[in-house]
């Protein structure tokens, strides 16, 4: 059969959260997050979003989306990230990382069980390292 590529590979299985920022507050914000969403689907990432159990997306003016967080940057992109926005970031990045904790912690405890003693294979507790990171120039 096929051999799996690389990052399918290093993506499945892990979790990933989606942030954007556009123009206005018409200006695509949730079919960019949608758009962003198929290749880490395909990979096979478990994709997070911001459910309504969070209280920003419905008190926000601005940014924030059940499919990711946003920033209505403005046309010329000199508005600053509103509280809202900042919160809303913020819960997401929380899901993220506690998701990814929990994920880690189960794959350690497999881990462990599996080989017995206590002592894991090497690369079995690093089944949730970040498979992608991205910076900002």
Request: hydrophobic share 40%.
């Amino acid at each position: 059969g096929a051999r799996a590529g690389t990052l399918t590979v290093m993506a499945a299985g892990k979790p990933a959260a989606l942030f954007t920022s556009t123009g206005t507050m018409h200006g695509g914000q949730e079919s960019t997050l949608l758009t962003m969403a198929l290749p880490l689907l395909h990979h096979g990432m478990l994709l997070l979003g911001l459910p309504f159990t969070e209280p920003a997306p419905s008190a926000t003016s601005t940014g924030g989306t059940p499919y990711g967080a946003s920033h209505v940057a403005g046309a010329n992109g000199d508005n600053p990230i509103s509280e809202h926005e900042r919160e809303l970031a913020r819960a997401l990045g929380r899901r993220l990382a506690d998701t990814a904790r929990k994920l880690a912690a189960g794959a350690w405890a497999r881990a462990t069980r599996r080989c017995g003693a206590g002592y894991a294979r090497r690369g079995d507790a690093d089944l949730y390292r970040p498979a992608l990171q991205f910076t900002h120039p």
